[in-house]
């Protein structure tokens, strides 16, 4: 079974817009880039050819990856409201030494916006996942225990 990516709205729009764009004019502008590379001669050692299609390949990768992503997303509108983080919150987390810091959590797929991303499935993510603010939670990083305090959660 598929893993299940959790996006909201605007990033399902946004790679839903990133992928019909890729797929129409990203892919007539590389086959442009290609025959006009062809027209300049011996493909061994055109190195613009190589560079168009180096290019292609990697945008047909991204394409391959958006299909596969977009193909099993579940659209979540924000929190129901009752304090839980859930995907799509933004918590904030204050650390022992004092300092906090703000993430959403959600896919990769939503970083761009104010809050750095942490994923449900990492630990911090898989451990924020339920709790209320004022709760304390504890997860492990590279075989250390760190503790943070939940200190507000939106959405």
Same mark, same amino acid.
């Given at each position: 079974?598929?893993?299940?990516?959790?996006?909201?709205? +605007?990033?399902?729009?946004?790679?839903?817009? +990133?992928?019909?764009?890729?797929?129409? +004019?990203?892919?007539?502008?590389?086959?442009? *880039?290609?025959?006009?590379?062809?027209?300049?001669?011996?493909?061994?050692?055109?190195?613009? /050819?190589?560079?168009? *299609?180096?290019?292609?390949?990697?945008? +047909?990768?991204?394409?391959?990856?958006?299909?596969?992503?977009?193909?099993?997303?579940?659209?979540?509108?924000?929190?129901?409201?009752?304090?839980?983080?859930?995907?799509?919150?933004?918590?904030?987390?204050?650390?022992?030494?004092?300092?906090?810091?703000? /993430?959403?959590?959600?896919?990769?797929?939503?970083?761009?916006?104010?809050?750095?991303?942490?994923?449900?499935?990492?630990?911090?993510?898989?451990?924020?996942?339920?709790?209320?603010?004022?709760?304390?939670?504890?997860?492990?990083?590279?075989?250390?225990?760190?503790?943070?305090?939940?200190?507000?959660?939106?959405?």
């Amino acid at each position: 079974m598929a893993d299940v990516h959790s996006l909201s709205p +605007e990033a399902h729009s946004r790679l839903q817009a +990133e992928l019909e764009k890729l797929t129409g +004019e990203g892919r007539i502008d590389i086959a442009r *880039k290609i025959e006009t590379a062809r027209e300049l001669g011996d493909l061994s050692e055109n190195g613009d /050819y190589h560079a168009a *299609k180096d290019e292609q390949g990697k945008m +047909e990768a991204r394409i391959r990856q958006l299909e596969a992503l977009l193909l099993d997303a579940v659209v979540v509108e924000a929190g129901a409201g009752d304090g839980k983080v859930r995907i799509g919150s933004i918590v904030t987390v204050r650390f022992d030494d004092g300092d906090t810091d703000t /993430y959403l959590v959600g896919s990769i797929e939503e970083r761009g916006g104010a809050h750095e991303v942490v994923s449900p499935k990492s630990p911090l993510g898989a451990a924020l996942l339920g709790q209320v603010a004022g709760a304390s939670v504890t997860y492990d990083a590279n075989g250390n225990d760190i503790s943070v305090e939940i200190v507000s959660v939106e959405g």
